[in-house]
């Protein structure tokens, strides 16, 4: 596995273009965490130049939060286009199970072969249902998890082999599996789920680690970043509010010797 302060650089050298379709309240928060690690954002979401520009960019990161026809169109050929030109493209299936629409959308684009999926934990066994793998659970309530990470473990590992694509649960603890090896990364703050879209920023960072990294250790290298500068973060923050300032300042201010809060464990 890369090292993960390798990969922090190596982000920052490379810079990767990343074309974001994300929800209408990530788009702000997705954008300036891809630009405090190092990455650039291109938030292109439009069918009519959605699918030539995941040609240009390293990676794509597709989110359903807020799905329209025109919008998911544009979801559905950029990550048709960003798999013809090799590029990694990362689903961030929002608050799949609540709903008929959700459900078909994400899995529509699950059968596209995304290179990463995250997601938190209700999300994920609902998705692994979706799929066809056996799961329980999946008790979300739109964007917020009704399930323990471990509980999502073993359907992560049966979505990770039923899709081909490495799985991102996120939550306290974040697990990576690619249904064969499975990495633990503990760090960050509780106080992060008070601010919307670290999640969906998550995402976006994981299509600029997937760039430079690949998919499995640019997962892990995204989670370990973001479990990083969580925590130093709220150290001595007032709220949410000066947290999400504080976020991405420590995402910018990352180095070498920022990863001693947090634990980083190949659990096979």
């Known amino acids: 596995m890369a090292a993960v302060p390798d990969l922090l650089t190596a982000v920052r050298e490379q810079g990767p273009l990343v074309q974001c379709i994300t929800n209408y309240v990530a788009m702000d928060l997705a954008a300036n965490a891809l630009l405090a690690v190092g990455a650039s954002p291109a938030m292109v979401s ?6 030539e520009f995941a040609g240009i960019a390293a990676a794509l990161t597709v989110n359903t939060g807020t799905p329209s026809p025109r919008w998911v169109e544009g979801m559905q050929v950029a990550a048709d286009a960003a798999v013809a030109a090799g590029r990694p493209w990362v689903l961030d299936p929002v608050a799949v199970g609540a709903t008929a629409l959700r459900n078909e959308i994400c899995t529509d684009l699950l059968a596209r072969r995304p290179s990463v999926v995250r997601g938190n934990a209700s999300e994920v066994l609902a998705l692994a249902g979706l799929a066809g793998v056996a799961s329980s659970g999946g008790q979300g309530r739109g964007v917020d998890a009704g399930d323990s990470v471990d509980a999502a473990l073993e359907a992560a590992r049966g979505l990770a082999v039923r899709s081909g694509a490495v799985v991102v649960v996120t939550g306290p603890t974040d697990l990576v599996t690619d249904g064969e090896r499975l990495v633990r990364i503990t760090g960050g703050s509780p106080l992060m789920a008070r601010i919307t879209a670290t999640g969906c920023a ?12 690949g998919a499995f250790d640019g997962a892990v ?3 370990a970043v973001f479990a990083a500068a969580g925590g130093r973060a709220a150290q001595g923050v007032r709220g949410p509010g000066s947290l999400r300032v504080a976020l991405l300042d420590e995402l910018h201010l990352l180095d070498q010797d920022s990863f001693t809060g947090v634990e980083i464990e190949e659990v096979a």
Not at 202 to 213: H, N, R
């Open 221 to 223: 290298a995204a989670c």
């Open 46 to 51: 439009d069918p009519a130049e959605s699918a």
């Open 202 to 213: 998550l995402t976006a960072v994981t299509g600029a680690y997937a760039a430079v990294g």
